[in-house]
């Protein structure tokens, strides 16, 4: 189970608490985006226990974004960087992402 708290000082702080798992992205998301595009906006990750493969995926999409991890257990934190460095996989209905088609166009070359 996911606790989120937020507090706001000149710049919005969430913190979280517990498991982070795929249930719990939707209404991470939304609050994220309540608070608008030039917030500053930080996750502190703490008191985080476990966390899933979809949740790693949004916090490193999150920090690609520009949303600071504070307090990042070195487990997640490497748990991103591999992820970072993973090659995309085919999308469900068989289209293959953009940088996909380039490495192949590369590899063919």
């Known amino acids: 189970m996911l606790k989120i708290q937020r507090k706001a000082n000149g710049r919005v702080l969430f913190t979280l608490s517990g498991r982070i798992e795929s249930e719990d992205l939707d209404e991470l998301r939304k ?3 309540l608070e608008g595009a030039g917030s500053h906006i930080a996750l502190d990750l703490k008191d985080v226990t476990l966390v899933d493969r ?22 997640v934190r490497k748990w991103i960087g591999q992820e970072r460095g993973r090659p995309r996989r085919k999308k469900q209905n068989g289209h293959i992402d953009t940088r996909q088609k380039r490495s192949k166009a590369n590899e063919l070359e």
């Open 54 to 75: 979809d949740a790693i995926k949004y916090l490193a999409d999150c920090e690609a974004d520009g949303t600071k991890l504070e307090n990042c257990p070195p487990y």
């Open 31 to 33: 609050l994220l985006e």
